[in-house]
């Protein structure tokens, strides 16, 4: 069973940076098969959970939303099963619980539902203070 681990959430004042990780195990092939997607997602009380960055673990694209563009970016350890989100310029509005996602495949036109993603993690909180 894939199991995600992310850290690295916290506390940060507008304008300020952090990295997000998320670490898939055990490291097997069946993991990295089962991981081939890898998304970030963020959730906030009374919303729906929405997509932030999807990740083609082979094949390299990264999607990004809108809202994000820019100020975030992907990267990948692949030795660590670890994927990275660098999140710079911080925004209070990008306040959430941040939540790792992975799945062996998804459609193009479903990057962003969750509910095609097979494997969770357990959330890191970001607070961004004005």
């Known amino acids: 069973q894939v199991q995600l681990v992310e850290s690295g959430g916290g506390s940060v004042q507008a304008g300020g940076s952090l990295r997000l990780s998320c670490t898939a195990s055990p490291s097997s092939y069946s993991t990295s098969y089962s991981t081939n997607y890898m998304g970030w997602f963020r959730q906030t009380p009374g919303k729906e959970r929405e997509g932030v960055a999807v990740?083609?673990?082979?094949?390299?694209?990264?999607y990004y939303a809108d809202s994000v563009k820019g100020r975030f970016t992907v990267s990948q350890d692949n030795a660590k099963n670890t994927l990275y989100l660098q999140m710079n310029s911080l925004k209070p509005e990008d306040t959430a619980m941040y939540y790792c996602?992975?799945?062996?495949?998804?459609?193009?036109?479903?990057?962003?539902?969750?509910?095609?993603?097979?494997?969770w993690g357990q959330g890191t909180q970001v607070t961004v203070s004005s």
């Open positions: 996602a992975a799945v062996s495949y998804i459609r193009p036109d479903r990057l962003w539902a969750p509910d095609d993603y097979d494997y």
């Open positions: 990740h083609f673990r082979s094949g390299g694209a990264t």
